[in-house]
């Protein structure tokens, strides 16, 4: 499971927050409302739903930037939260797969 975190916090890092052009949104807040969400479900259907629109959101805004330290915390959170709701961790991972290829 550690190593399962780790992944999950380098995929969004790498994906979400971290490019430097001066157009680039910050997507460091929106992380964190992602977050805010995984931690408000009860079940797992929700934290999957979660997952999903993270994922939608980093390929709509895969040139986002951002404050890397933030996002870490913000994906760490995130994926802890998806976890105690019912999530399976080979489906969250599957999720960051999804990120990677981006």
């Not at 157009?23 to 479900?41: E, I, M, N, Q």
């Not at 079940?43 to 979660?50: G, I, L, M, Q, S």
């Amino acid at each position: 499971m550690l190593a399962a975190m780790k992944l999950l916090l380098l995929s969004v890092a790498a994906t979400l927050g971290l490019t430097s052009s001066a157009c680039s949104k910050d997507v460091t807040d929106d992380l964190g409302k992602f977050a805010d969400r995984a931690c408000a479900c009860t079940d797992a259907e929700c934290a999957r739903t979660v997952v999903k629109d993270l994922v939608t959101f980093a390929k709509a805004n895969s040139s986002g930037k951002g404050d890397e330290k933030k996002a870490g915390e913000h994906a760490k959170r995130l994926g802890q939260c998806a976890v105690k709701a019912g999530l399976p961790p080979s489906e969250l991972m599957e999720g960051m797969r999804e990120l990677q290829k981006l």
